[in-house]
C-alpha cells in the first residue's frame, strides 16, 4: 500500500522499515496500528472532505495537557486494580509523561492531519511503546474522554478567568480609593440625575464584576465531577476504579449517571452564560468610557496606547478598544446560542453535534480573556478630568431633589415642594442659571419656607456627603463600601491548578 497522506509525519519512518497489512493499519516489529482508532471497522477510505469535516484536531488540541493528564490517571487506575498489568502501566505513565514533556517543549509537533487529539496522543504512543500503548484505552471511550478533557479545561480556564476579574477589580479598587471626592452627575435615562462621585459610581462596577466572579466560582463547584469511566454511556465490566480516577484529577468524585456523565455539558453552557454577563457588563462600562471619552463630555482621556487616529481625520483620537470590547460581545452572546441550540434536541448519549461545543467555547473565551485583559489595561491608564466632571455635575440641575428635601424639611409635604422647585428649574432655564444662582429673593419669590441656609443645603458638597444611607455616595457609606472591596479583594482563595498533574 502506499502512506496515506494523512499519517506522513508520525508513521513514515515506520513505513520505511515495515511491511503494511491494509489501508488503514500496518505492522511494525509484530504489532498492528490502525492509523484510525476505527480502523478495524471501516476499511474503505473516506473521502478528504468527510475526513475534514469529521475531525476536530485543530480545535482540540488545545486541551492536549487535560488529555494527556486525564489518560495518566486512567492508566496508573488500570495498572492499579490489575486489569493490565503493572509495567505496562508503568510503561504507558513514562511514555505519556515523556509525550506531554516533548509536546510542552516543542520538540514533538501535534500532528494536524490527525482525527482529534486523543487519537493522536493514543496513536504517537502506540508508535513508541507497542502493545502497552493499546491497552491505554481499556474501559474507556472517547465519549468519556472528550467529556473528561472538556471538564479539565473549562474548569482550568474558569479559574483563570476569575483571576483576571480579580485583576479588573483590583484597578476599579484603586480608582475608587483615590476618587471617593471626584464628583460628578450620576445619570438616568442618560440624563444628568442627581451627584454622585466617581468612586461611588465605578463602586457599581465592582459589584457587577464581583458577581461575575462568584458566578463563576458557582460553576466550578458545580461541574467538579468526573465522568470518567463512564465509558460510551453504560459504564464498563471492567472493574475501574472512578474514585480513584476522580480524586487524583482533583475532582471531588464521579459523577453519579454514566449517561449524563457523557452526555452532559450544562457547564460549557453556564460558563458561555457567565462570558456573556461577563461582556455585557465590560460593554457597558465601555459605551460609559465612549461616552465620556467624546468632545462634548471629555470626563476622561483615554491613553494613546488604547485608542486610535484616523487615516483622514488628523484631530480623532478614537476609543477603539471600548468598542471593539463593545462590539466583540454579541459573539459571545451567539457562542452561547449555538450551545443553547446544538443541545437541544439531542437524544441521551453523546452525539457528534457536541463536537460543535469546543470552536464556540473556545472563541467566546479567547474573546472574554482578551477584553478583560484590555480593558483592565485601559481603565488603569484613564485620566480623569476632575474640573470638568465636577463642573458637569454642578450643572443641569442635579441638586434639584436636595432643594425639594429642603423645603421638606421646612415643613413643606413633598408633593408641593416637587411642585415648586419644577417651577423654580423653568426660571433657571429662561434665565440661563443654576439654582444655586438665585438670590434669596428669587428664591422666596416661590416659597417663604427658603432662607439663606439653602445655598448650603443645595451645595454640590452637601448633596453628596449627607447621603450616607447604606450603598449611597456620602463620604461615611462609601468608607464603609471601599472597606468591603478591600476585605474582599483581600480574601484569597487559592487554586492550585497545577496540582493535579
Ligand atoms: N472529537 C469528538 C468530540 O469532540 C470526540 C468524541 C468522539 N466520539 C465518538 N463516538 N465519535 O466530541
Known sequence: MTIPAQNDTIYKEIFENNESVDDSSFTWKGTVINMKLWGGRFTGKENELVDKYNSSITFDSRFWRQDITGSIAHARMLGRQGIISKEESEQILSELKKIYDEIEAGTLQIDMTAEDIHSFVEATLTERIGNAGKKLHTGRSRNDQVALDMRLYCRDVAHDISDKLKDLLYTIFHIMEENTDTYMPGFTHLQKAQPITLAHHLGAYFEFFKRDRSRIE????????????????????????????????????????????????????????????????????????????????????????????????????????????????????????????????????????????????????????????????????????????????????????????????????????????????????????????????????????????????????????KRNTIGAPGKLAIERMIQKCNDYLSDEIIHNDEEWL
Request: charged share 25%; proline share 3%; with cysteine.
Open 218 to 465: 458557582d460553576c466550578i463547584e458545580r461541574m467538579n465531577y468526573s465522568p470518567l469511566g463512564s465509558g460510551a454511556l453504560a459504564g464498563t465490566t471492567y472493574p475501574l476504579d472512578r474514585e480513584m480516577t476522580a480524586d487524583e484529577l482533583g475532582f471531588y468524585g464521579p459523577t453519579e449517571n454514566s449517561i449524563d456523565g457523557v452526555a452532559d455539558r450544562d457547564y460549557v453552557i453556564e460558563l458561555l452564560a457567565d462570558f456573556s454577563l461577563i461582556m455585557q457588563h465590560l460593554s457597558r462600562f465601555s459605551e460609559e468610557i465612549i461616552i465620556w471619552n467624546s468632545n462634548e463630555y471629555r470626563f476622561i482621556e483615554i491613553s494613546d496606547a488604547y485608542s486610535t487616529g484616523s487615516s483622514i481625520m488628523p484631530q480623532k483620537k478614537n476609543p477603539d478598544i471600548a468598542e471593539l470590547v463593545r462590539g466583540k460581545t454579541g459573539r459571545v452572546y451567539g457562542s452561547l446560542m449555538t450551545l443553547l441550540t446544538s443541545l437541544k434536541g439531542l437524544p441521551l448519549a453523546y452525539n457528534k453535534d457536541m463536537q460543535e461545543d469546543k470552536e464556540a467555547f473556545f472563541d467566546a473565551l479567547d474573546t472574554v480573556s482578551d477584553s478583560i485583559v484590555l480593558f483592565n489595561g485601559m481603565l488603569a491608564t484613564l485620566t480623569f478630568n476632575k474640573d470638568v466632571m465636577a463642573a458637569s455635575a454642578r450643572n443641569g440641575f442635579t441638586n434639584a431633589t436636595d432643594a425639594a428635601d429642603y423645603l421638606v424639611n421646612n415643613g413643606i409635604p413633598f408633593r408641593d415642594a416637587h411642585g415648586i422647585i419644577g417651577r423654580l428649574v423653568l426660571y433657571c432655564i429662561d434665565k440661563k442659571c443654576a439654582l444655586d444662582d438665585l438670590t434669596i429673593d428669587e428664591f422666596r419669590q416661590f416659597s417663604p419656607a427658603f432662607n439663606e441656609d439653602v445655598y448650603e443645603a443645595i451645595s454640590l458638597q452637601t448633596c453628596v456627603e
